[in-house]
Nanobody
C-alpha cells in the first residue's frame, strides 16, 4: 500500500511559478514509477509528466520547457516545478504511482489556479 500526499498548489499570476510536492509513504519509493496528472473543469484527466523508477522522464508537449519533474528518493518525494504558468494550466494536479504489482495509487489532488 502506498499513500500519496500532494502539496504546493495555490493561486498564482500568469508568468509565475509554483513547485508541487508529492510525498509517498512506505519503503519502496525507489521502485515506484511516478507521475503528475491534471484535470481542468469539464476536461479529462491528462498526464503532465512522468518519472520512472530508473529516472527516465517524459514531459507532455504543452508544458515542455516550462515544467520540470524530479524525485528525491532519500525523501520519498516527487516534485513538479512549474514556471511561466498560464491560465490554461489551471487544474487540480494529482500525483500518481505504480510499479508495485498491479495497483495504481493516486493522491487527493492539489488545486493550481493561474489568474490575474
Amino acid at each position: 500500500q502506498v499513500h500519496l500526499v500532494e502539496s504546493g498548489g495555490g493561486l498564482v499570476q500568469p508568468g509565475g511559478s509554483l513547485r508541487l510536492s508529492c510525498a509517498a509513504s512506505g519503503s519502496s519509493f525507489t521502485m515506484l514509477n511516478m507521475g503528475w496528472y491534471r484535470q481542468a473543469p469539464g476536461k479529462q484527466r491528462e498526464l503532465v509528466a512522468h518519472i520512472a523508477s530508473g529516472g527516465t522522464i517524459y514531459i507532455t508537449s504543452s508544458v515542455t520547457g516550462r515544467f520540470t519533474i524530479s524525485r528525491d528518493n532519500a525523501k520519498n518525494t516527487m516534485y513538479l516545478q512549474m514556471n511561466s504558468l498560464k491560465p490554461e494550466d489551471t487544474a487540480v494536479y494529482y500525483c500518481n504511482a505504480n510499479g508495485l504489482g498491479p495497483d495504481v495509487y493516486w493522491g487527493q489532488g492539489t488545486q493550481v489556479t493561474v489568474s490575474s
